[in-house]
């Protein structure tokens, strides 16, 4: 088989730096806070005033707060309505975070880049196998993101 068959590009691309959904890369979960709900909703509401608070203090006379409504909104639906607290799993589509907050495709895209790069959350490329043997089509298909927060 020449080298060219081997790595022939197919209809669904793989982000580069994703791991398949069974690897140890891609289980990033751990618990929020104790656990319970109090306690992670607790920890979730000052995780908000703290970057709420942190806007204020960087907001020059005259501009834009750095961080937007919308990102908070948006962290505020992730952490609310698509984290599982005792187990720490955050696997939401980005169709499921456009959906909960109304926000537009290239809106979250824009809001979980600078909340990634301001350090309030993170995530982890999957794949999933597909069953497909070599050479019948694509071996592996992205799926979610896992999400974590630190």
Known sequence: MSAA???RTT???VWRRSYD???ARAQVARPIADGTV???LTYVDQLLVSLERWADLKKA???AHALSQNCLKMLRKILRHFTDFATGRCEPSIDDI???GAFSRATVIK???Y???LGAIDWVRRTVRTGAAPGDGPTVKQTTNAYFFE
Do not use: E, N, T
Request: aromatic fraction near 4%; glycine fraction near 16%; hydrophobic fraction near 40%.
């Open 38 to 40: 109090k306690g992670a």
């Open 61 to 63: 006379k005259g501009k």
């Open 115 to 117: 909340l990634r790069q």
């Open 5 to 7: 068959a081997r790595f």
């Open 21 to 23: 959904i069974g690897d």
């Open 11 to 13: 209809a669904q691309p």
């Open 111 to 113: 809001g979980l880049a």
């Open 98 to 100: 456009m959906k909960a």
